[in-house]
């Protein structure tokens, strides 16, 4: 979707090192959040914003943290690379209740 | 412990005719549900959603239902057509933040 940009769309990294993952929006949603998708568990949230410098935690966010300085952007940090990071991570936006979410095309992290 | 669960990894349809996509969940609190649907190195793409108040939802060839005693939702695709074949997914929420959700997703095959 043009609204919503993920950079890089491929990476891959070595075990301990740092890593940041961009999402950037020109909608000017309220919400985003970073999921990772793997198989067998659908999609699963690692962390959201509802404003800037609002973020929380989701239900994977062990290893991860993120920051929103600007509406438009939100990164994904994974401290230090682990292999089980190894994933598909997609970034969504949304207005909020009633909207559905718009996703970027995703980023795929290879961790060795 | 999975809130939202489609159990069928998978279903095999005959194009023209019905699909129909399960989906159950146990939290009582929800009162949103989406489907989305998903192509290979692509972001989901949202599909249909319906709230608690209703209790069916119809969108050109896509209508979800929802049964709230039994806690179950479908999503029907009539006529099935070839670019149907994708993952779809079952989310819901009942956060203020608008937290969703996801099932596992069931990949639906549309043959020829």
């Known amino acids: 979707d043009a609204g919503i940009t993920q950079s890089p769309r491929h990476k891959v990294t070595e075990t301990g090192t740092p890593v940041t993952l961009r999402c950037h929006q020109t909608?000017?949603?309220?919400?985003m959040y970073w999921y990772r998708q793997d198989p067998g568990h659908g999609l699963r949230l690692i962390h959201y914003?509802?404003?800037?410098?609002?973020?929380d935690k989701g239900e994977v966010s062990d290893g991860y943290s993120v920051s929103r300085s600007k509406t438009e952007d939100f990164l994904l940090t994974l401290e230090s690379a682990t292999s089980s990071q190894t994933s598909v991570y997609f970034c969504?936006?949304?207005?909020?209740?009633?909207?559905?979410?718009?996703f970027g095309s995703g980023t795929r992290l290879t961790v060795v | 412990d999975q809130q939202v669960k489609q159990n069928s990894p998978s279903l095999s349809v005959q194009e023209g005719r019905i699909s129909i996509l399960n989906c159950d969940y146990t939290?009582?609190?929800?009162?949103?549900f989406l489907w989305y649907k998903k192509y290979p190195a692509e972001g989901p793409t949202f599909l249909i959603s319906?709230?608690?108040i209703k209790d069916k939802n119809e969108d050109g060839r896509f209508t979800v239902f929802l049964n709230k005693s039994a806690k179950h939702l479908s999503l029907h695709i009539v006529p099935s057509q070839p670019g149907d074949s994708a993952v779809y997914f079952c989310?819901?929420?009942?956060?203020?933040?608008?937290?969703?959700?996801w099932g596992a997703g069931t990949k639906l095959i549309i043959k020829p």
């Open positions: 969504a936006i949304s207005e909020g209740r009633g909207h559905g979410y718009t």
């Open positions: 909608e000017n949603h309220r919400y």
């Open positions: 914003s509802y404003g800037v410098k609002d973020t």
């Open positions: 939290n009582s609190m929800f009162d949103y």
């Open positions: 319906i709230s608690s």
């Open positions: 989310a819901a929420t009942g956060d203020s933040n608008y937290q969703l959700i």
